[in-house]
C-alpha cells in the first residue's frame, strides 16, 4: 500500500541550467548531492567525491544542492547562504571546497574571514548574508530535497536514483561505474 507521503527513491527536480554543476556536461553518471556544510558526514562523502571526481573526470558531473538541517547545525543556513553570495560572483565551487575544508570555522567570524581568503568583497558578502540574499534558492534546493525524500545529509542520488550506500571512495567508484554501464 502506497500513501501520499511514501518516501520515494527517485530525483524528483531535474538538472537544470541554475544547478551548481561541476565536470562534463555530457557526463554519462550524474550524481546530484543535498549537503549541509556544517555536516560531518557531507565533510567525509565531500572528499571522497572530490576523489571521484578526479578518478572519472570524463564520467562524472557533480550536482551541488542545500539542504541545511538548522536545528542541528546552526551556521549551515549561514554557509549556504555565503556560498550563494560566492556563486553569484562565479566563485560557487572555490566557496563550497572552502566551506567544506573548514567545518569546525563557519562562525560569522571565520567565514569572513574565508570570504576575505578569496578575494571576495567582504562587506558586500556579509550584507548579503544578512539580508538573505540567497535564500530563495536554498529553499528551493531544500524543497527540491523533500520532494525527493531527501531526509538526512548527506543524501546523493547517482543518474536520478537514490544511492543508499556508504559514501567512502571505493563504494562511490563502484557505484559510479556501475551507472556508467546501465
Known amino acids: 500500500m502506497t500513501t501520499p507521503l511514501q518516501v520515494t527513491a527517485r530525483l524528483r527536480t531535474p538538472v537544470t541550467e541554475h544547478d551548481h554543476v561541476r565536470g562534463p556536461t555530457d557526463a554519462p553518471v550524474t550524481i546530484v548531492e543535498y549537503g549541509d556544510y556544517q555536516c560531518p558526514f557531507c565533510g567525509q562523502a565531500h572528499a571522497s567525491l572530490q576523489e571521484v571526481l578526479r578518478e572519472r573526470a570524463d564520467t562524472v558531473r557533480l550536482v551541488y544542492r542545500h539542504f541545511p538541517i538548522a536545528n542541528l547545525h546552526p551556521y549551515a543556513e549561514m554557509a549556504a547562504e555565503a556560498a550563494e553570495a560566492a556563486g553569484r560572483r562565479g566563485r560557487f565551487w572555490e566557496m563550497h571546497d572552502w566551506?567544506?575544508?573548514?567545518?569546525?570555522?563557519?562562525?560569522?567570524?571565520?567565514?569572513?574571514?574565508?570570504?576575505?581568503?578569496?578575494?571576495?568583497?567582504?562587506?558586500?558578502?556579509?550584507?548579503?548574508?544578512?539580508?538573505?540574499?540567497?535564500?530563495?534558492?536554498?529553499?528551493?534546493?531544500?524543497?527540491?530535497?523533500?520532494?525527493?525524500?531527501?531526509?538526512?545529509?548527506?543524501?546523493?542520488?547517482?543518474?536520478?536514483?537514490?544511492?543508499?550506500?556508504?559514501?567512502?571512495?571505493?563504494?562511490?567508484?563502484?557505484?559510479?561505474?556501475?551507472?556508467?554501464?546501465?
Request: aromatic share 4%; charged share 25%.
Open 99 to 182: 566551506l567544506y575544508e573548514h567545518q569546525e570555522q563557519l562562525d560569522r567570524v571565520h567565514l569572513m574571514l574565508g570570504v576575505e581568503q578569496l578575494g571576495l568583497p567582504v562587506n558586500e558578502v556579509d550584507a548579503e548574508i544578512g539580508r538573505h540574499a540567497g535564500g530563495d534558492r536554498i529553499r528551493h534546493d531544500f524543497v527540491s530535497g523533500i520532494r525527493s525524500g531527501v531526509d538526512a545529509s548527506p543524501t546523493l542520488f547517482v543518474n536520478d536514483t537514490r544511492h543508499d550506500g556508504d559514501f567512502d571512495l571505493a563504494t562511490l567508484l563502484a557505484t559510479v561505474d556501475a551507472a556508467t554501464t546501465t
